[in-house]
């Protein structure tokens, strides 16, 4: 486990749009997150005309809703990522939250044993962004969810956070398998999040402070609002 590395830049989806492109160019297993802090950072991945041709695409959590829904978190990557890209990716799987929590988090699971094995799965990079209750993925306050050791992917019936459908989530022990895992955190309002979060104790109050990669490193992007109740001191670009 490495110590989290903070970055507090003048244009951070500038260096998450580089990072996914990096690691998708290099043919990794990368996890997408949703709400909408990163949609910028896809458009600009897309931009910058990396081969994304041999990358495998997943996501962190999705809604239970259809991929046209304007919920879901594949529907939204779509969009500004995977459409633009002039060649697609070798595969995207995404989680079939309209089948349900329960079904949906078994079919993703299995999707993951197909493609990493019996292991806990091994993605090259994990982007997460943080909720103002600092969640992140669909890893809410106290959730049960955040005491799961086996699973690979679960169902959450109530999420903390609008909007109120039903979620599938990846897990702790993948999100913390992750060679690389990315937090991209901007705005004022994310603040009091970033500091409960990232302030080195870990608090199923801040599902966020949970994410330590094991083997992998551990990178926190924000812009300077999101940065400015931080208890660490920070890094220059
Ligand atoms: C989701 C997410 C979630 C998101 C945060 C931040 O499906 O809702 O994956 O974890 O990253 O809620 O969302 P915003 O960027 O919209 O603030």
């Known amino acids: 486990m ?3 590395r903070t970055l507090v830049l003048e244009d951070p989806t500038a260096e998450v749009a580089e990072r996914l492109a990096r690691t ?5 297993h990368v996890a997408l997150t949703g ?10 991945a897309a931009a910058l005309g990396a081969d ?7 996501f962190g959590d999705d809604r239970c809703v259809p991929p ?22 070798a595969a995207v ?32 990079l994990v982007l997460l962004g943080l909720g103002p209750d600092a969640h992140c993925a669909s890893l809410f306050p106290r959730d049960e969810a955040l005491t799961e050791q086996d699973r690979w992917a679960v169902g959450v019936n109530t999420p903390g956070m609008a909007p109120f459908v039903a979620r599938v989530t990846l897990t702790l022990p993948v999100l913390n398998a ?30 966020a402070s949970l994410v330590s990669p094991e083997e992998g490193s551990l990178t926190l992007v924000f812009d ?8 660490e001191p920070t890094e220059a670009p």
């Not at 994304?52 to 997943?58: C, D, H, I, V």
């Open 68 to 89: 046209d829904n304007e919920h879901s978190n594949y529907g939204m990557a779509k969009g500004a990522l995977i459409d633009r890209l002039p060649e697609p990716p």
């Open 178 to 207: 992750a060679r690389e895992v990315v937090f991209l955190v901007t705005g004022e309002d994310k603040a009091g999040a970033a500091r409960r979060a990232f302030s080195g104790v870990a608090d199923a109050d801040a599902p």
């Open 2 to 4: 490495t110590p989290a």
């Open 93 to 124: 799987h995404r989680i079939e939250g309209e089948r349900g929590p329960d079904v949906g988090a078994r079919a993703y699971e299995e999707t993951l044993r197909e493609a990493f094995g019996d292991g806990v799965p091994r993605l090259d």
């Open 24 to 28: 998708a160019g290099g043919g990794g």
């Open 35 to 44: 709400g909408s802090t990163p949609r910028v950072a896809y458009e600009r």
């Open 224 to 231: 300077r609002s999101a940065a400015s109740r931080l208890r």
């Open 52 to 58: 994304w041709s041999g990358a495998t695409l997943w």
